[in-house]
């Protein structure tokens, strides 16, 4: 017999009552239907209107019965499941703690483009509304934490995978102290109702980041947040721009300028001193007048053209001014040189950035490289170099430099500076040898003492090269670097005993080494690289004689070389 639970809790009671009471009105109407035909036909009722009267039952009130004590039943049941769970003792703070980390995981670059924000944004939702269908309890914890629904996505291509336009009324129709990140993808100009959703919503943007193959694209919608004169004041920090599309000529024109004008200039340096960070790749602005503020501390540039090698001295005047800067990267800066470089020091600006943590300079020309680091004189920061075959040669307006130079040039450049992380890339398996000869590789390695992280991508290291990455015994007046950590990715030709010698020639040092051979499946879409299983015994051996072994494929990347990353929310 169902009874009143003790002790009392209303809500169980009032449960545990009505199902009483359920149970008594359901054993009353079973007794007064067994009743029904005698009782009916002694007081005269006629038999057709009584059948009427049961078929009604039948099709209409047991009907509605039977589903709703189903449906009692499955609630029931779910909800018992549900609360002796170990997952449904997790506060609901933890739970959407979790989700946040398996939503804004960082992305899977394995087989994919690492600079597409599009794909980013669309995996992010991907994960969102997968979390929603598991259950209602992971849905309520999903729907009610407002930093999960924080991106903007504003494509102008329809998505057909995820429901975006959905998601976004979502987004947009939370409370208005909620930070949003926008994130747009627009291979065509804005239409109306895009441009009123960054309008509408231009100071709940504490992040923004913008695709698009044009700078008129990128002038009006920077111009739609550098116009926001709402009661709410911008609280952007964060902007990061990739035009896609390159210059045409060897040096911008004014078309290629972002800003044309000088209020559209004033305007958009109003708005770069309330920012901590910017990223820019392909974007164009006039430097010499730009002033930062104190704010800033993050600054990523890619594939921008300075112009002639004095055009340096403007950015970094201007960079002069964030006093709190901690983090510059400039990846594939192109400047040319005119003539040989200034024999007056005068002519370089002396820059110093007393809170600079990290300098990356990537996959630049020797004289864009010079004039960087002669005109950077602290020298407090982490410094990380991506040296390729541009290092050995000159810029000019008319071409580069035919021929390589001695990579002595570069050694005098680097004797005199702190180089804490070093990437030599051969860039392509199309190149048809190494960057550097063995006896070039030992030079270099013997200018940098400071050498902690070295990684070597695309190389055929045979034994000359295991040779002169060997490191001499040590001894009062060595200058050969303390390796910490070594990486070799997509490597050919690698000899595993010549390999194990230079690892023991580091055993005071070395705490980290990774791996990774090229793979023979190689196609436009996938590129996979692994440890080659000649070498698995070489795998064996380093994970028994190393603190950490890792197998590394073809977009592996270490902190210190990290370049524009599209998850600033």
């Known amino acids: 017999m169902f009874e009143v639970s003790l002790p009392f809790y209303p ?32 007081s005269g009722v006629p038999p057709a209107y009584l059948a009427t009267r049961i078929d009604s039952a039948l099709g209409s009130l047991h009907i509605t019965l039977g589903q709703q004590l189903s449906q009692a039943r499955a609630t029931l049941s779910q909800t018992r499941n549900q609360i002796l769970s170990h997952f449904y003792r997790l ?15 960082p992305m899977d670059l394995s087989h994919r483009d690492p600079m597409s924000m599009k794909r980013f944004v669309l995996d992010t939702y991907h994960s969102l509304y997968n979390l929603l269908g598991v259950c209602t309890t992971w849905r309520k914890a999903a729907l009610d934490r407002g930093s999960l629904w924080s991106i903007v996505p504003l494509f102008s ?88 599309r390159e210059i045409a000529g060897i040096f911008p024109e004014a078309e290629d300028y972002v800003f044309q004008s000088s209020s559209e200039r004033a305007s958009f340096h109003r708005l770069v001193r309330q920012l901590s960070m910017i990223q820019m790749r392909n974007v164009h602005i006039k430097w010499d007048t730009l002033t930062f503020s104190d704010q800033l501390t993050t600054l990523c540039l890619q594939e921008v053209n300075l112009g002639y090698d004095s055009g340096i001295n403007s950015l970094l005047n201007a960079l002069s001014s964030a006093t709190q800067l901690r983090e510059l990267k400039l990846v594939k800066i ?24 990290l300098l990356l300079i990537q996959d630049v020309y020797f004289n864009t490289l010079s004039w960087f680091l002669l005109c950077i004189r602290s020298r407090t920061h982490r ?59 030992k030079r270099l390695m013997k200018v940098i003492p400071t050498l902690e992280t070295l990684w070597m991508n695309m190389w055929e290291l045979a034994d000359p090269y295991c040779r002169a990455l060997h490191s001499p015994r040590k001894s009062n007046n060595s200058t050969s670097p303390s390796l910490v950590n070594l990486y070799l990715s997509c490597v050919t030709s690698l000899e595993p005993e010549a390999f194990k ?62 370049q524009i990353s599209w998850q600033m929310w």
């Open 91 to 105: 506060p609901e703070e933890v739970l959407s703690d979790i989700f946040m980390c398996v939503v804004f995981a």
């Open 501 to 562: 010698e230079i690892i023991n020639s580091y055993c005071g040092s070395i705490r980290r080494v990774g791996l990774g051979g090229a793979s023979a499946l190689i196609t436009k879409d996938v590129v996979d690289w692994d440890t080659p299983i000649a070498e698995e015994e070489l795998a064996t051996w380093l994970k028994e004689n190393v603190q950490e072994f890792i197998k590394i494929d073809r977009n592996f990347a270490p902190p210190d070389f990290c």
């Open 11 to 42: 809500a169980i009671r009032q449960w545990e009552e009505a199902g009483i009471l359920l149970h008594k009105t359901l054993t009353d109407y079973l007794e007064l239907s067994a009743s029904v035909e005698k009782n009916s036909l002694a």
């Open 157 to 244: 291509e329809s998505v057909s995978s995820v429901d975006l336009n959905s998601a976004l009324k979502l987004v947009l129709g939370r409370g208005k102290r909620m930070g949003l990140s926008l994130a747009a993808d627009l291979p065509v100009p804005a239409g109306e109702v895009t441009a009123s959703i960054v309008a509408r919503n231009a100071s709940r943007f504490h992040t923004a980041a913008l695709v698009t193959p044009s700078t008129s694209i990128v002038r009006s919608l920077l111009g739609i947040l550098m116009d926001h004169n709402g009661a709410d004041s911008l609280t952007l920090s964060r902007l990061s721009i990739y035009q896609e």
């Open 334 to 357: 192109r400047t040319y040189q005119g003539s040989s470089l200034p024999q007056n020091p005068e002519a370089l600006s002396d820059i110093w950035f007393p809170n600079l943590q």
């Open 383 to 441: 410094f990380s170099f991506v040296f390729t075959r541009k290092a050995l040669r000159r810029n000019f307006p008319g071409g580069e430099e035919p021929e390589d130079n001695d990579v002595d040039i570069v050694c005098e450049l680097l004797e005199n500076i702190p180089v804490h992380a070093l990437l030599i890339d051969v860039e392509s398996l199309d190149a048809d040898m190494n960057v550097l000869a063995p006896w070039e590789l």
